[in-house]
């Protein structure tokens, strides 16, 4: 057996030299920071009173909100409250609504399923529980032409209530559908027993006949414009243009946080680094990353919140395509700034162009580079979730968002007040807190902040865009 003889050591080593070395450090990493593109390309308004008053022109007809409904034991209903919300039963007694919500049945449709056929006459309305259809029709020339995709929360074949004329289009199940349905002759039936209904109802028909001329895409009234190009000058009618008389505030919104450090720590171990500087470095980055979170899903004032019904698509197919980013282009087309999406909806949007072989182009900003689809960055987001099935969102799904910005383009606007007392950044203010027992220095820092959007048509979202779907292209 041979023994190991250790060798002698014959010259310093490397672990004890290293006690009189200088280490050279790093600051503090943080994995959670990101770009926050969203905060950096949002114009910020300097909002001195703390409040932010958005004035718009009034507004007649408003878009009719998106209804929800419950799930029982397996089984979908509607509650009064929600059917109220639909234009045909504004105003209807709640005992009245109770009833019009029992006469529904469900209805399920496998995906290829036709919920409406084309010219066959109208005797049902559609509530569309879940799901997705789309709604199409024969052009002149024998082609289908898609004039929507719907899905949960949208309605479809509510003039089958009032008269019963021919479908004028097809409603195609895209995927598994649950809708429920109420027969026309049930609502015959309760209009006959009930004045108020029937009413209602020759109202709304009314109210649409006079839309069509008195009222424009906005939803705004029409103002009297003379147009004389022959003959002599006519008396010009006087017009006048109206404001909305309870126009929509924000109010600062705040993050906080309170800080604590240990005053020896304070006090001694802070060369090369200044410990408290390098606490409050990290935690105002936490600060700014829950601010971008906020502008986007705060069920007040976030961006999400703020999507009017008549700004939100569906994409046909699931997966984000390019025929589904045009459509968003055509709701925000003046002076599109920027698409923002999750970057798992990024790569989802990169495979659908790769298939068809249209790779998006890239442009520079900041310094890194972007996609672009029609010459708009698609800007990455993290904060624009991914659902997992518990935060509202059907699993591996999400939302791509379009939005124009500035004040001066009627957009989307960041807000914020600079200039307050112990700032530390703009709109950030570090105060100090005092001495616990414990002897732990406490700050409090608050970031003050909201955003809004000044006119419908500036923002538009593409929801339940789904990002797990691949192609294998050797088949």
Known sequence: MNETIDQPQQALSARAARQLATTTKSAPQMGSITPRWLLKLLPWVQVNSGTYRVNRRKVIVKPEVKVRFNLVDGKVSIAPDQLAQLNLFHGVSTPLLEQIVGMFTEQQYAMGDHVIKEGEPGDTFFLIASGKVEINQHGPHGEKLVLDVSGSGDYVGEMALLDKSPRTANVVALVPTTALTLKRSQFLELMEASPLLRENVEAAIQLRIAQRKTINEAGENVAYVETNYEGEQRTIESTFID???????????????????????????????????????????????????????????????????????????????????????????????????????????????????????????????FITWRGVPVIPCNKLLIGDGMNGLAPGTTNILLMRVGEKEQGVVGLHQTGIPNEKVPSLSVMYNGVTPEAHAMYLMTLYFSCAVLTEDAIAVMENVQVRNYYDYNK
Request: aromatic share 8%; charged share 25%; net charge negative.
């Open 243 to 369: 404001y909305e008389e309870n126009p929509r505030e924000f109010p600062m919104s705040v993050v906080q946080a309170i800080l604590k450090v240990h005053t020896r720590i304070a006090e001694i171990y802070n060369d090369p680094m200044n410990q408290v500087e390098e606490q409050m470095r990290l935690m105002i980055e936490e600060l700014k990353e829950r601010q971008e979170y906020e502008i986007i899903n705060n069920p007040s004032f976030g961006l999400l919140s703020q999507i009017s019904p008549s700004m939100r698509i569906q994409p046909r197919l699931g997966s984000p395509t390019p025929d589904d980013m045009d459509q968003l282009l055509s709701l925000v087309w003046k002076k599109p700034a920027f698409f923002l999406a999750h970057p798992k909806a990024i790569a989802a949007f990169g495979r659908e162009c790769t298939r068809r072989g249209v790779p998006p182009p890239t442009v520079n900003i900041f310094g890194s580079p």
